[in-house]
């Protein structure tokens, strides 16, 4: 694999630095990362924001990192200044107008550069438009008129030009300087808006030679995009889905982050997804950073637990490509410990599935639900997708019904709780859900939560044919899920697991694998303190081990027996420490 046995360690070289680079200058920084790491490969950057680095510079770095025994590949971000002499056009973040043909010049020499000096490059994300010039607009009234679409909108319309510009201004000038040149491409952390600015996954799939995830999740309180922190990982399954053995690596950075932890996580989760390569961005951010000694000490650490991983399992939640509708609400019930992956195709084949409403996207999709539930499937739709599909017959599967209301309570009730059967128990504050109305006996409610003197449903159950639908009220502000109690979530876990679920509050994510093995993570966040998890294993386990944790009186791994078995689960009590990732391997 390189100089770990599970990833390469890769980072990437900004235009800016490649084009005023100085070798005591690199050879320094180099020696900074050298102390704490080992890094296989390094994405040299010629162009960003039209800087563009003359070939005694570019030759220079490369020079410098195969000394140190660095592969060399190279990178690329298609953003620019206004061409001199130009009227300037309002772009966000200086992106490419690709209906300007001095921009498309520019960025058909700049690929020509790159096909001639290296045999792989990567496609920085910003690789999209937003450009709303005349000549812009032109083309998409032009394109929508010709196809119908009468409401004005960009998406189709952008889709179809990244989709041409991908395969005509950067492809083919690349390769017809360099046949084997391979060009990666990657997509960013917000994928529920690619389709608004013309990322276009479905189409540029069969035109790239591979893509790469952004694992970024930036601070969730403080910065714009409010990404929950379990994105690094499902994301990275998202691409893998899409493309089996083509997702090169997980990218992130140390920007928008307050805490050591924030930084950290990216990696942890990112790792956990066993991907090809970790890419860290920047290294000219990263050069004397303080997030650097840690990450180096935690990357053997990831090493040697994904050692023992088999392959990613879980919950396949369903996000057909250019899909929207409740933004990243997978993650968020991913930081409350159910095992989500995602896919861009129908998971018809698996035992249980998690729709939203970005998955009513797809105009087939209740009928394939029906068939998937009544050849005895189990799937967990949210209201949300329940809500889009009301127009397409999903009526024949429940007696749900929307009218409007909403409601905001704190006070749970929770049907076959544990032992006690019904329990009471209480959420740190009130939240707000939409009211499912429902025929009492032909739906039922096992979690509610009460306003007063009425409650209501918050996990409610169909059954159809041979299997059965739940649905699950999101609450108006998905982060409310995190104000639910442990109990209420636990029961929602139950119902959906892969073979071992958590018992415990919210801020605690499970990545199951193939071989019996899990990692138990807790996020750090102000609230975050040491607690107790109980982990309920289907059927019969002898013990837990701990790989990667010796027992000093023995020297072999530490082993952890059931606190108890009933009911078809053998159940262990495990610590949770905010920032401690453990894995454990259930022994039968």
Known sequence: M???????????????????????????????FEKYMRVDKVYLEPFRGGVMADEEHVGLCREVFEAHGVEVAGGLTTTISTPEGDEPKQRLFDTFCYNDEKMLARLRDVCTFLGKHFNEFIIDDFFFTNCTCEACRRGRDSFNAARGITDGSWKEYRLSLM??????????????????????????????SYQETGYNPAAQRKLFDRIYTGTEARDTVTTDQHLPRYLSYSLMTYFEAMWPGHNGGGWFD???????????????????????????????????????????????KLDAVLDHCGNPAGILCYLPDNCQGEDN?????????????????????ADAILLTRS???????????????????????????????????????????????????????????????????????????????????????????AD????????????????????????????????????????????????????CRAGISLFPYDNDTLIIYPYVTSQAQPSTVYLHVSGEAAALEMPVRKDFRTGKPVRIEPLYSRGGETVFELPAVPGSYELYRIVR
């Not at 990666?184 to 917000?190: A, F, M, R, S, V």
């Not at 982050?257 to 066993?274: G, P, V």
């Not at 095992?339 to 861009?344: D, R, S």
């Not at 967990?380 to 599909?389: C, H, R």
């Open 2 to 32: 390189g100089n770990y046995r599970n990833f390469r360690l890769v980072y990437y070289f900004v235009a800016q630095g490649t084009a005023r680079a100085e070798k005591e200058k690199l050879e320094a920084d180099l020696a900074f």
């Open 163 to 192: 989709e041409k510009v991908s395969r005509d201004d950067i492809i083919a000038p690349a390769k017809a300087a360099n046949p084997n040149c391979r060009i990666t491409i990657k997509y960013p952390n917000w994928a529920e």
């Open 254 to 300: 140390p920007f928008d982050l307050r805490i050591t932890e924030q930084y950290l996580e990216q990696a942890y989760l990112t790792a956990f997804s066993k991907p090809k390569e970790l890419m860290m961005f920047c290294f000219q951010a990263l050069a004397d950073n303080a997030f650097i000694p840690p990450l180096g000490y935690h990357l053997d």
């Open 329 to 349: 609400v997978q993650d968020f019930l991913g930081m409350c410990g159910l095992p989500v992956m995602l896919t861009p195709y129908w998971p018809g084949q």
């Open 359 to 449: 998955s009513a996207c797809d105009p087939d999709v209740v009928d394939k639900l029906e068939k998937f539930v009544a050849e005895s499937g189990k799937a967990l739709v949210t209201s949300g997708f329940l809500e889009a599909a009301m127009d397409r017959g999903i009526q024949r599967m429940t007696s749900i019904r929307f009218t409007g209301r909403r409601i905001c309570g704190r006070h749970y009730r929770v049907e076959n709780a544990g032992r006690r059967g019904v329990e009471y128990p209480t959420g740190t504050d009130s939240i707000g859900i939409p009211v499912c109305e429902f025929r009492n006996n032909a739906t039922w409610a096992v979690v509610k939560v």
């Open 452 to 503: 007063t003197e009425e409650s209501f449903g918050i996990l409610l159950k169909d059954t159809y044919g041979k299997g059965q639908m739940w649905t699950l009220a999101v609450p108006d502000s998905f982060p409310d899920f995190y104000k639910m109690p442990g109990r209420a979530l636990t029961r929602i876990r139950r119902e959906f697991n892969t073979g071992a679920y958590l018992e």
